[in-house]
Nanobody
Framework: QVPLQESGGGLVQAGGSLKLSCATYSSYTVGWFRQAPGKGREFVAAISYTGGTTDYVDSVKGRFTVRRDNAANMVYLQLNSLRPEDTADYYC?????????????????WGQGTQVTVSS
């Protein structure tokens, strides 16, 4: 089991920014998902092993950026122009094989999550 650990969540006003971090291993595709109160978990973004390919859900394109530093075994999700509807628990997950996907069932290991709250 690959240990994953998210950090960087917090309370921020609408329009603000946060940077989430995920400590992982460099050999995997990493996805970011979020789960808002009372809702199912949804795909947010993902980055390939090399960092050369990324994918974003439409609602965060242009506001969120995913990148990775394989030397440090870290993956980051920069959240800018935050909106109240971005409030959720954010999770990073690793995918051992294949290309980026948006399905949570394709991801093999998950972190415990970090909470992001955006006030209006």
């Amino acid at each position: 089991q690959v240990p994953l650990q998210e950090s960087g969540g917090g309370l921020v006003q609408a329009g603000g920014s946060l940077k989430l971090s995920c400590a992982t291993y460099s050999s995997y595709t990493v996805g970011w998902f979020r789960q808002a109160p009372g809702k199912g978990r949804e795909f947010v973004a993902a980055i390939s092993y090399t960092g050369g390919t990324t994918d974003y859900v439409d609602s965060v394109k242009g506001r969120f950026t995913v990148r990775r530093d394989n030397a440090a075994n870290m993956v980051y999700l920069q959240l800018n122009s935050l909106r109240p509807e971005d409030t959720a628990d954010y999770y990073c997950a690793t995918k051992l094989w294949g290309a980026i996907t948006r399905s949570e069932t394709d991801y093999d290991a998950w972190g415990q999550g970090t909470q992001v709250t955006v006030s209006s």
